[in-house]
Structure formats: structure tokens, C-alpha cells
């Protein structure tokens, strides 16, 4: 079965400079969650879509910002990259309404800054 | 903020039962306890959930106490493979998921 995809897997950017992570969602789900996660640290929830509106927002950096796409795919664009935005960052879809209330992950995209 | 307590880590030997508690006394009537998986440096990954009867699924069994205070998620047969941290969630006021510190479980040969 598809799941959520996300590219790049792997991204080295210097300090200052701007990286986009994008995220595909599972076809048919119509949410989208960003999330990052730092070196030792746990999940922290960033932004959500739903229907391509913001449907949530967390502790997102104001040098961040994301949006979704009439495809449902999302992308978070983040500028002035510091060192600490090194993390991993997930993406994670999911189909409003559902019982189950599963967020379905993808592997991850990895940033580095230098 | 995450409402719930777990202990920080755990260990289990293989093909033992691996028995993960959570606190979740803030918990109300209509509200479902979430677990979810991260193994190492991989996305989270969904286990099961359950509202106030046990649930088993081919992952594992969710035990939750008749006062939905606190619950133990149960992997019957442990692997070296279930080596991962353990997330309890809940209530969840939205769809999103908001990630406490888990139990770091560590299955040993």
C-alpha cells in the first residue's frame, strides 16, 4: 500500500539559507501534520492542514511556513535555516473523520545545517 | 501539553511478554488512549487505541483499568525488532498528536 512520501531524505543547507521539505500524503487523505524532531528529543507537533487550510499550529518558528496544495501535498519552506533547525522532520496524513483517528508517518527528511 | 506519565525505559528479554504502563488520571469519559511506536529514527508508527474496553489487534493488547486512569499496552511475545520508544497519547482536543516522553523499551536476546 502507498504511504506518505517525503523528499528530500537527506538535506545539508548552511546557516541563513532557506530548504523546502515536501510531503505526499496516502491518496485520499485529506490532512497533513508537520512535525520535527530534534537530536534526543521527542516528536513536536508544527503545523497541520486540512482541505488545504491551516487547520492547527504549534510551536512553529515564524521563519516557517507551509502550506497544502490542491493535490494535497504539502510543503514547509523554512528560511534564515539556523543551526538549530537541524532535526529530523515528519510528515504525517491522515483521513478526517475516520474512527481510528491513525496518523499514518513517512520515513522522515533529514536536515542538517552548517 | 502531552497528559500522561510513563516510565522513562524499560527492559524485556525476547519472547517474553513486554508490559508498558501509562498514567492518564486527566482523561475524560469520551476521550480514546493512543500508542504509538518510534523505532529509531523512523516515523512514529500506530499500534493501537482504545476508549475503555481492552483491544487487541496483531500488534499487541491494550489494557485499560475500569477507571480509565491508566492503561498497559502488552506485547506478548517481545523482539529484538520491538526495541523502540513507546508513545501513550491522550486526550487528544484535536486530530493532532502531541508526543510526550515515552518509554524507551529494550529487548534484549
Known amino acids: 500500500a502507498a504511504g506518505v512520501i517525503q523528499s528530500p531524505r537527506h538535506l545539508i543547507k548552511e546557516k541563513r539559507e532557506t530548504a523546502t521539505l515536501k510531503c505526499y500524503p496516502i491518496p485520499r487523505h485529506d490532512t497533513v501534520y508537520w512535525y520535527q524532531q530534534g537530536p534526543g528529543q521527542d516528536p513536536q507537533f508544527l503545523i497541520s492542514f486540512y482541505e488545504k487550510m491551516q487547520s492547527d499550529k504549534g510551536s512553529i518558528p515564524d521563519r516557517f511556513s507551509a502550506q497544502q496544495f490542491s493535490d494535497y501535498h504539502s510543503e514547509l519552506n523554512m528560511s534564515s535555516l539556523e543551526l538549530g533547525d537541524s532535526a529530523l522532520y515528519f510528515c504525517?496524513?491522515?483521513?478526517?473523520?475516520?474512527?481510528?483517528?491513525?496518523?499514518?508517518f513517512g520515513e522522515g527528511s533529514r536536515l542538517t545545517v552548517l | 501539553d502531552a497528559k500522561t506519565t510513563q516510565p522513562t525505559s524499560m527492559d524485556c528479554a525476547e519472547g517474553r511478554a513486554a508490559n508498558l504502563p501509562c498514567n492518564h488520571s486527566?482523561?475524560?469519559?469520551?476521550?480514546?488512549v493512543y500508542w504509538y511506536r518510534q523505532i529509531h529514527s523512523q516515523g512514529p508508527q500506530y499500534i493501537i487505541h482504545?476508549?475503555?474496553n481492552n483491544e487487541t489487534n496483531e500488534m499487541a493488547s491494550l489494557i485499560i483499568t475500569e477507571d480509565r486512569k491508566s492503561s498497559t499496552l502488552i506485547l506478548p511475545h517481545a523482539t529484538l525488532r520491538d526495541t523502540a520508544v513507546y508513545y501513550c497519547i491522550g486526550p487528544r482536543n484535536t486530530d493532532k498528536l502531541i508526543f510526550g516522553t515515552g518509554t524507551r523499551l529494550q529487548v534484549f536476546p
Open positions: 482504545g476508549l475503555k
Open positions: 504525517a496524513s491522515s483521513l478526517a473523520g475516520t474512527n481510528t483517528g491513525e496518523l499514518f
Open positions: 486527566t482523561i475524560s469519559g469520551n476521550e480514546y
